[in-house]
């Protein structure tokens, strides 16, 4: 026997030992059911832009997707859905979020996307003017993403004990 004719008997046999435990036996009563339940609605009231939203949503609906596909606002993109591409980027109070990874059910702070960051007359907030005067939109895929985070650019990386007009 040679060594390539015992490899094939091994490997032919390793591949029926699967196939034994079924012969007779009819395979689609063993299909299994569903692996996810659907979720479970509940109550969210988000506060997106200074306005009070309440909505009836999935428990597993992504703050995303609630902006978008529950209250129209298309300012936040779907980009890799991933959390890579910061397309989704939005503000919970002080701090960046990304929109995609984080549950609607569980944001608890006020969401301001880039309708949000211009002034109440409708005057452009530095930033957006920035990018307009300096053409820095490129295809303008991820931009809402990038505008609100110099917002709070400041905040974030503030140095510890420093208390000067620069850095706040």
Known sequence: MSRRSLLASTVSAAALVPLAGTVGQDRRAEA???TTAAGIPVAVALVINGRTRHLMIDSRTTLLDALREHLGLTGAKKGCDHG????CTVLTGDARILSC????????????????????????HP????????????????????????KIFRTEFRPT?????TTG
Not at 84 to 87: D, K, M, Y
Not at 127 to 150: E, H, S, V, W
Not at 161 to 165: I, K, L, P, R, T
């Open 32 to 34: 299994p059911g569903p």
């Open 84 to 87: 890579q591409c910061g397309a």
């Open 101 to 124: 990874l984080t549950l609607a059910a569980a944001v608890r702070r006020p969401v301001t996307m880039i309708e949000g960051i211009a002034d109440l007359d409708g005057s452009l």
């Open 127 to 150: 930033m957006q003017r920035a990018f307009i005067d300096q053409d820095a939109l490129q295809c303008g895929y991820c931009t809402p993403g990038q505008k609100p985070t110099p």
């Open 161 to 165: 004990g420093c208390a000067s007009s």
